[in-house]
């Protein structure tokens, strides 16, 4: 399984960015994708992650009302919509798969096998 991401760039605080990850499977039954980001010199923590059968759908507080997580099945991609980014947000941002991950730990990156190679993003202050 290999994830392809991309979409990232700079942009102003206020502003908006849509970031995706195409992932190479052929069937996505019982896999949850998640989005984890890293910014310099601090630990890599969950964004946001979406169950593929149920398009349920789990975020971090931080992004909680601005983030949205989506999945298009015939394109094989998983989206991420950033609205009202802020410079906090800058990281690079990565995309990651499993299957039979519990809800519990679809916050926890242990608990994915398959991750892509990231991509940045940059808000200006």
């Known amino acids: 399984v290999r994830l392809q991401a991309s979409g990232g760039g700079l942009v102003q605080a206020g502003g908006s960015l849509r970031i995706l990850c195409v992932i190479s499977?052929?069937?996505?039954?019982?896999?949850?994708v998640g989005w984890f980001r890293q910014a310099p010199g601090k630990e890599r923590e969950f964004v946001a992650g979406?169950?593929?059968?149920?398009?349920?759908?789990l975020y971090e507080d931080s992004v909680k009302g601005r983030f949205t997580i989506s999945r298009d099945n015939a394109r094989n991609t998983v989206y991420l919509q950033m609205n009202n980014l802020r410079p906090e947000d800058t990281a690079v941002y990565y995309c990651?798969?499993?299957?039979?991950?519990?809800?519990?730990?679809?916050?926890?990156?242990?608990?994915?096998?398959?991750w892509g190679q990231g991509t940045q993003v940059t808000v200006s202050s």
């Open positions: 499977e052929d069937t996505f039954s019982g896999y949850v």
């Open positions: 990651a798969a499993s299957r039979g991950v519990i809800y519990s730990s679809i916050g926890d990156s242990r608990a994915y096998s398959y």
């Open positions: 979406i169950r593929w059968n149920s398009r349920h759908t």
